[in-house]
């Protein structure tokens, strides 16, 4: 996946518009023009199309945790200059403040079913024994599943409920 489809996607599910994106960057003090942002969420095709970098994402990932999780205490995370699709589903993870059966739950809807010890591997430091690369199918379904919990069409919001909590 792109760095422009992944913050197409997550444009969409959150419903935002340009001046809500400008707000993002703003809690990492990252400067961006409406014309920037229409740029990286136009198609490859258009050409109008600006290729969004991994710092850019970067910062709009953790512009979008404080968004959505409040300003931690201290200096402002400090973003990466190069993403993988492990780091991003963390840095989604973290910012919708989902746990492990939530994220399961989620990427149920989107009909991939995986264990919560091969969702756990996606988490893990890169040289731990155990950590696995997040591919894009993974990522993809992930981020479908979140259009589908947030928004739902009619159909899909009928048919939705969370899993119950297990002790």
Known sequence: MTNNDILRRVHYVLDLNDNKVIAIFKHVEYPVTREQISGWLKKEQDTDYKNCNDNQ??????GLIIEKRGKREGPLPKAEKSLNN???FTKLKIAFNLKAEDVLAI???ADLRISKHELSAFFRKSDHKHYRSCKDQVLRNFLMGLQLRYRPTEQNASSFSWPEKKD
């Open 86 to 88: 492990n780091l991003i």
């Open 57 to 62: 994402l970067a910062h709009f990932l953790n």
């Open 107 to 109: 990427l149920e809807l």
